[in-house]
């Protein structure tokens, strides 16, 4: 599945000392401004506590058509995905089921937080792949990454921090901060000096550390992976935080189903708890086949949910 990757001027890209080549420039989807407005965010947060979910699902269908209808980026990244997932030209229908599921899993964000988990069917399997120890979680912009925390906090006991790049959804997470502010205690901003010092105290009592491991933020190691047929950048940067904080990595995903179903997959992925022991030169070759395998994970379960697939930008596109 992994390609050895090439560079324009031919010079391999090989995995150094931070594994990969390193994009230097920022990735574009960080960049993009977030889509939708402040007033309408929290008018639809407070229906939802209101009306119930039911009722308040209502607006999601005029939400989810106009963001189809404007977004003409979004519209041709997710239809570019949509035809590699189906093998064929994707229709009008699948495109909008989509953008409805993405609305679908922002909406029950309101209910995940306020412990309404009675509104939902959630199937799980992997749990038992977890000790008492702390684990990094790596999942991607898959499904409901809340439908996945609120299950380890409800479920298992267990408290799941969010290790996230957050300026891209500065807005959306005001919205939620303001309906359960302790959820956002649980969140972990990446690229602070402090941030490893921070997961490696929340993992040493316990936690799971969820990361999505699946965009890159540009001016980092990125190797190039075989990804619905096609070679697409994936970043290093998650893999080799789990190596030197010395953790176990499961991948995770909450697939939405439609309705109120949820589906929570957990499964081994690497473990590097005896990374310090591992000679040098075999450290870089073990994080490029962790995000091999990383990859690989994620292509079934996109190819299994293709309305799932939430990267509404072009995730093909090499590094600069």
Not at 5 to 30: F, Y
Not at 92 to 115: N, P
Not at 187 to 205: C, R, T
Request: aromatic fraction near 10%; charged fraction near 25%; hydrophobic fraction near 45%.
């Amino acid at each position: 599945m992994r390609r050895a990757a090439q560079e324009s001027s031919g010079r391999p890209r090989a995995l150094a000392e931070h594994a990969g080549v390193t994009s230097t420039a920022s990735a574009e989807w960080t960049r993009r401004p977030e889509r939708g407005s402040l007033a309408l965010a929290r008018l639809m947060a407070w229906l939802s506590l209101r009306l119930g979910r039911a009722l308040s699902r209502i607006p999601l269908r005029i939400i989810a058509a106009y963001f189809l209808a404007s977004g003409s980026a979004a519209r041709r990244a997710s239809r570019e995905f949509l035809q590699r997932a189906h093998g064929r030209r994707p229709t009008l229908g699948e495109q909008y089921a989509l953008f409805f599921s993405f609305a679908s899993t922002i909406h029950d964000r309101v209910y995940f937080l306020k412990k309404r988990f009675e509104l939902f069917e959630v199937e799980v399997e992997g749990g038992e792949v977890f000790d008492d120890k702390g684990a990094l979680l790596m999942g991607a912009h898959l499904g409901s990454f809340e439908a996945m925390r609120a299950c380890g906090r409800h479920h298992g006991h267990r408290r799941v921090v969010m290790a996230m790049y957050e300026d891209n959804a500065r807005r959306l997470n005001g919205v939620f901060a303001a309906i359960d502010p302790s959820a956002m205690q649980d969140i972990v901003a990446l690229g602070h000096a402090e941030s490893m010092l921070e997961l490696a105290e929340q993992l040493d009592q316990g936690a799971l550390v969820g990361v999505l491991a699946d965009r890159t933020l540009g001016n980092e190691p990125v190797i190039y992976v075989d990804f619905f047929g096609a070679s697409a950048p994936f970043p290093t940067g998650p893999m080799r935080m789990a190596a030197a904080l010395r953790r176990r990595v499961i991948f995770m995903v909450g697939l939405y189903r439609g309705g109120n179903a949820y589906e929570i997959h957990f499964e081994p992925l690497a473990d590097f708890t005896d990374f310090e022991a591992i000679p040098r030169a075999e450290r870089d070759r073990r994080v490029e086949e962790a995000v091999t395998r990383y990859a690989k994970r994620l292509e079934h379960y996109a190819s299994e949910a293709p309305s799932n697939w939430f990267n509404f930008h072009d995730f093909w596109k090499p590094a600069a």
